[in-house]
């Protein structure tokens, strides 16, 4: 949640927390969630997870949060 906050100062807690986890070795993409695949969606917004069947979108609900692609081997694919 902190990477796609709205917040006023989350890009500051973002760094750090990215920071944090690449000098423990911890992939980010690990720690972003994925949702269950709709049949028919190619990509998802990472904040509020809604779906969408574009790939290069954005969310609009977000505030024009860029969306993530789902990858060939995520669930319900």
């Known amino acids: 949640e902190a990477r796609h906050s709205a917040a006023p100062g989350s ?3 973002a760094r750090a927390l ?3 986890f690449s000098a423990q ?3 980010l993409k690990e720690l972003e969630p994925v ?3 709709h049949p028919g969606a190619a990509a998802w917004c990472p904040r509020c997870m809604a779906q969408f069947q ?3 979108a954005l969310c609009m609900d ?3 949060l860029e969306l993530r692609a789902f990858d060939s081997g995520d669930r319900n694919d």
């Open 35 to 37: 949702p269950d695949r």
């Open 11 to 13: 890009a500051l807690e």
């Open 25 to 27: 070795d911890v992939p």
């Open 62 to 64: 977000c505030g024009g």
């Open 54 to 56: 574009i790939k290069d």
């Open 18 to 20: 990215e920071e944090f």
